[in-house]
């Protein structure tokens, strides 16, 4: 009896032992859980989508275009808020009626297609210069978003990291849920602005 209470003990130590030496470093460094809260990235995410974060990536390298992030929220860091990356560091980023487009830091144009978006009958046109570290992220459902069209810029040192998975619902779990990929610039100048 005596030799089975310290088998036990002995396997609890080292289960004990794996979540403070594994476990708890992931957490706090490499992954980290989030809920959908709301429904500014409909459709690619509903409210209360179980999502798992990758905190590593950006710090191998940079955002890129299309990413899903969660960062917190420039004007009250204790809000995240989950978005996708349209702008990078250099850019130009112009919206005109809802449709997006890009002047990159070497003066190509590139025209966003967009299938994954709610549209909107915008009816304003929005220019915005991004500096170095800055990021211009907009949420899928337009119309019911608070993003940089609303509150400007998201500085790089807000970015917690990147969306690589959706656990829950189960019907809709996946890797990478929410990538975008975007044509290459398709003029080697920008057009005249509006």
Same mark, same amino acid.
């Given at each position: 009896?005596?030799?089975?209470? %310290?088998?036990?003990? *002995? ?8 979540? &403070?030496?594994?476990?708890?470093? &992931?957490? #706090? ?21 179980? #999502?798992?974060? /990758?905190?590593l =990536?950006? *710090?191998? +390298? ?20 989950? %978005?996708? =990356? &349209? ?6 980023? +112009? &919206?005109?009626?809802? =449709?997006? $487009? ?7 144009? #590139? ?9 909107? /009958?915008?009816?304003?046109? %929005? @220019?915005? =210069? ?14 019911? +978003? +608070?993003? $940089?069209?609303?509150?400007?810029? !998201?500085?790089y @040192? ?5 969306? /690589? !998975? ?5 019907? *809709? ?6 990538a ?9 100048? $920008?057009?005249?602005?509006?």
């Amino acid at each position: 009896m005596i030799d089975t209470w %310290k088998g036990l003990l *002995r396997d609890l130590f080292m289960l004990a032992l794996l979540i &403070i030496v594994v476990v708890i470093p &992931i957490r #706090l460094f490499i992954i980290s859980p989030f809920i959908v809260d709301g429904a500014s990235m409909h459709p690619t995410f509903e409210n209360l989508d179980y #999502l798992v974060v /990758d905190e590593l =990536v950006y *710090r191998l +390298s940079p955002p890129a275009r299309g990413d899903v992030i969660v960062f917190r929220y420039p004007n009250d860091h204790a809000i995240f808020y989950i %978005k996708r =990356v &349209i702008g990078l560091p250099g850019e130009t980023v +112009s &919206i005109n009626h809802g =449709v997006v $487009s890009i002047i990159d830091d070497r003066g190509q144009f #590139l025209a966003l297609t967009e299938p994954y978006i709610v549209n909107e /009958d915008a009816t304003y046109t %929005k @220019k915005t =210069v991004l500096g170095p570290g800055e990021y211009f992220v907009m949420g899928d459902n337009r119309p019911n +978003s +608070s993003d $940089s069209r609303v509150w400007g810029i !998201l500085p790089y @040192k807000d970015i917690i990291g990147r969306v /690589d !998975l959706r656990l829950l619902p189960v019907t *809709r779990a996946g890797f990478m849920p929410g990538a975008a990929h975007y044509a290459p610039a398709v003029a080697t100048t $920008s057009p005249a602005t509006p």
